[in-house]
C-alpha cells in the first residue's frame, strides 16, 4: 500500500498488474511492479539531511523505495516491539477472543500458528527473530513465564508452546494449497504491505533521519491525499545500509496513540548461530501433525514452508488499512469508492441488522447494540461499530459496509447504493 505524490495518475490497468504481481513477491523483495509503478508517479523529494539525527546522504523518496526493493538481508537476528491499539472497549480478554477467532481454526493445536500468531493484533508484544536465507528462519513470541516458537528449518517447520507443553509440526514441501491468514510481525512485513497500493491517491516522502535500534535509518512518510479515511499517516524507518525496514507506524487521523508501531529494539546482521533453528520436541510434550485433527471446511493454518516472516496476505496487512482494496477480488465483496476511501460491501442474506435481545438471547443483542452508534438513511436503520481505524455499518436489511473510513462515509455510500 503505498501511492506517491505527483501530478501523475495510475490508471486500472497499472492497478490491476500491481495486484497480480504482488503475489509473486520473492521472499525479502517488495514487488518489482511496486518499484516500477513509484518511478513513474513518485515526485522526487528530497529528505532534508539537516532536518535530524543522524546527518546522512540527501535521498529521494523514488531512491528510497527502490533502496527498500533492492534489499535482500539473509541473516539478521533481533528483537521486536509491536503493539497495536484498535481502540476496542476492555472488556476482559473478549478483544483478543474475538480477533483471534476471526481467523481459520487451525489444527486444534495451542502451537498450531494460526491459532497462536493471530495473538499479535492486538495488544504490546515482544518477538525475538532470526533468519539465515530462505530455509531457516525462527521467530519466538516471548510471553509471562512462557514462550511461543515457529521455527522453519529446512523440510520442517515447528510449533511450540512452552505453556501448554504442545508442539505443531509440518514438512515445507506440503506448502501450497491453502495458504494460512497470520498477520505481520515484522517492521519489513508491514512496511512491504505498505508498498503494495501504489496509486495517485497517495503522497510519499522522505522526512529527515532517525536512529531505530543504534541504526542509521530513513523516515519514508506515506500519508493518504484524501479526507475520508481514518488513516494519518504511515512512517517507515529504513536502514540507512541495507535498505531494511526497521521501524513502521500507523497513525489514525483521529491523532492520539499509533494503531499500529512495530520496531526493532535491537539487530543484528551478523550470521545466527545454526544451533539457533535446531528443535527436538520436549519430554512430554503433545506433538500434532498438520492435518491429524480434522478440518472443517474452511480450516486452515500457516502451512510449512509459507513464509511467516512476511506475514501473510489474508491479513491484508497494511492493504487493510487502505480502506477496503484488501477485500477487491474476495468472492461475494463489492468495493465501493477509491483508494483510501473504497469500502468493502456485502449482503449477510439476514434481515434485522444486530439481533435483538429475544434472537441473540438474553441481554446479549442490547449489549452489542450498546457497542454501535445507531444511524438512519436511505437504506433504513443500522449500526455503526467503529474502532480507531476500521468501521463497519451494518443494516438492518442485512446489508455490510466496511472500510477505514469515517461513520459519514459508510452512510453515505449506503445511502448511494439504495
Not at 520473492?26 to 518489482?32: E, G, K, Q
Not at 515482544?126 to 516458537?149: F, N, W
Not at 536502514?239 to 525496514?245: I, Q
Amino acid at each position: 500500500m503505498a501511492p506517491y505524490e505527483s501530478d501523475g495518475n495510475t490508471g486500472a490497468t497499472q492497478v490491476d498488474d500491481l495486484r497480480s504481481g504482488r503475489r509473486k513477491a520473492a521472499r525479502y523483495v517488495v514487488p518489482v511492479a511496486v518499484v516500477g509503478v513509484a518511478a513513474a508517479t513518485i515526485g522526487l523529494v528530497p529528505a532534508l539531511a539537516d532536518s535530524g539525527d543522524p546527518d546522512l546522504p540527501k535521498i529521494t523518496a523514488q531512491q528510497l523505495i527502490e533502496k527498500i526493493a533492492k534489499s535482500d538481508v539473509q541473516q539478521m537476528s533481533g528483537t521486536v516491539k509491536v503493539s497495536t491499539d484498535l481502540g476496542l472497549p476492555d472488556l476482559g480478554g473478549l478483544e483478543s477472543g474475538l480477533l483471534s477467532g476471526a481467523g481459520p481454526s487451525g489444527d486444534g493445536s495451542s502451537a498450531d500458528p494460526t491459532s497462536k500468531l493471530t495473538e499479535l493484533v492486538s495488544g504490546t508484544h515482544t518477538l525475538r527473530v532470526a533468519a539465515d536465507g530462505p530455509d531457516r528462519q525462527k521467530l519466538s513470541l516471548i510471553e509471562s513465564a512462557a514462550e511461543y516458537s515457529l521455527i522453519h528449518n529446512g523440510k520442517d517447520v515447528w510449533g511450540y508452546d512452552s505453556k501448554s507443553n504442545e508442539v505443531y509440526h509440518g514438512k515445507a514441501e506440503e506448502q501450497g494449497k491453502d495458504k494460512g491468514s497470520e498477520p505481520p510481525a515484522t517492521p519489513k512485513d508491514f512496511a512491504d504491505e505498505a508498498l503494495k497500493s501504489v496509486d495517485d491517491t497517495t503522497s510519499v516522502t522522505v522526512d529527515g533521519t532517525v536512529q531505530v535500534a543504534g541504526r542509521d535509518a530513513y523516515k519514508l512518510l506515506i500519508k493518504p491525499k484524501q479526507s475520508g479515511t481514518t488513516v494519518g499517516a504511515i512512517s517507515i524507518a529504513v536502514d540507512a545500509k541495507t535498505g531494511l525496514p526497521l521501524k513502521f507506524t500507523l497513525t489514525p487521523k483521529s491523532g492520539g496513540a499509533a494503531v499500529v508501531d512495530a520496531g526493532f529494539t535491537q539487530v543484528s546482521f551478523a550470521k545466527p548461530a545454526a544451533s539457533t533453528f535446531d528443535f527436538t520436541p520436549p519430554k512430554g510434550a503433545k506433538v500434532t501433525e498438520e492435518g491429524e485433527a480434522s478440518k472443517a471446511p474452511g480450516k486452515g493454518s500457516l502451512k510449512p514452508g509459507d513464509d511467516f516472516a512476511k506475514g501473510a496476505e489474508g491479513f491484508k496487512g497494511a492493504e487493510g488499512f487502505k480502506g477496503a482494496e484488501g477485500f477487491g477480488g474476495e468472492e461475494g465483496f463489492n468495493v465501493l469508492g477509491k483508494g483510501w476511501n473504497s469500502i468493502a460491501t456485502f449482503d449477510t442474506g439476514s434481515k434485522g441488522g444486530v439481533p435483538s435481545d429475544s434472537a441473540a438471547g438474553g441481554d446479549l443483542g442490547g449489549f452489542l447494540g450498546s457497542l454501535g452508534d445507531q444511524v438512519h438513511g436511505k437504506f433504513g436503520k443500522g449500526t455503526v461499530f467503529s474502532t480507531r481505524l476500521v468501521n463497519a455499518l451494518i443494516t438492518d436489511d442485512g446489508k455490510v459496509y466496511v472500510g477505514a473510513v469515517t461513520k459519514d462515509a459508510l452512510v453515505q455510500a449506503a445511502n448511494k447504493a439504495k
